[in-house]
């Protein structure tokens, strides 16, 4: 055997290392490679799935608290409807005189209206003066906008208190 056949053999036995070597590494990029890809896609499936989870979560909470809010404004209508009913009844029998609000009699002070008005000379009426119908159908009116107001206050108040457990649901408290 010849320097030349050697050489020759020793090229070809080290082409065979380094290619060996070097498909070794390809072969286990590509393996690599499968297996990131089919964990990323995994993890994306998983992701899916959770958020697919979640979204259905919020929608039967959503449809719950829509439904609860409907019954909610459907019970205040009535309740309103009620207080309604109630101030008509209440007019009607301010206007046939049935009813009636008084204003008390003040104490009639000493001296001109202009000056200084002096001391008391009477005591105050007991019996009081009848106002008229429209004007205590009136009073009437201011009051029960009054008892709407406080009502559709609390009404605001419970909404703003369940918006704001939903907002902070799932969230630390900072």
Same mark, same amino acid.
């Given at each position: 055997?010849?320097? @030349? =056949?050697?050489?020759?053999?020793?090229?070809?036995?080290?082409s065979l290392v380094v290619?060996?070597? +070097?498909?070794?590494?390809?072969?286990?990029?590509?393996?690599?490679?499968?297996?990131?890809? +089919?964990?990323?896609?995994?993890?994306?499936? =998983?992701?899916?799935?959770?958020? *697919?989870?979640? @979204?259905?979560? %919020?929608?039967?909470? &959503?449809?719950?608290? *829509?439904?609860?809010?409907?019954?909610? =404004?459907? %019970?205040?209508?009535? &309740?309103?409807?009620?207080? &309604?009913?109630?101030? +008509?009844? !209440?007019?009607?029998?301010?206007?046939?005189?049935?009813?009636? !609000?008084?204003?008390?009699?003040? *104490?009639?002070?000493?001296?001109?209206?202009?000056?200084?008005?002096?001391?008391?000379?009477?005591? %105050?009426?007991?019996?009081?003066?009848?106002?008229?119908?429209? @004007?205590?159908?009136?009073?009437?009116?201011?009051? %029960?906008?009054?008892?709407?107001?406080?009502?559709?206050?609390?009404?605001?108040?419970?909404?703003? &208190?369940? *918006?704001? +457990? !939903?907002?902070?649901?799932?969230?630390?408290? =900072?």
């Open positions: 055997m010849t320097i @030349t =056949q050697i050489g020759v053999k020793v090229l070809v036995v080290v290619g060996t070597v +070097a498909a070794g590494k390809a072969y286990h990029a590509h393996v690599y490679g499968q297996g990131y890809t +089919a964990a990323v896609e995994l993890r994306k499936g =998983q992701d899916a799935i959770k958020k *697919a989870q979640d @979204t259905e979560t %919020a929608r039967k909470d &959503e449809a719950a608290l *829509a439904e609860t809010k409907r019954l909610e =404004q459907l %019970a205040r209508k009535k &309740e309103n409807q009620d207080h &309604e009913d109630k101030i +008509a009844v !209440l007019e009607s029998r301010v206007r046939t005189g049935a009813v009636s !609000l008084r204003i008390a009699t003040a *104490a009639i002070r000493a001296g001109s209206p202009g000056s200084n008005p002096g001391p008391v000379v009477g005591p %105050a009426s007991e019996e009081g003066t009848d106002l008229l119908p429209e @004007t205590s159908i009136a009073f009437i009116r201011i009051a %029960a906008g009054s008892a709407r107001d406080v009502r559709d206050y609390n009404t605001l108040m419970v909404e703003y &208190e369940r *918006a704001r +457990a !939903l907002c902070n649901k799932g969230s630390t408290p =900072q």
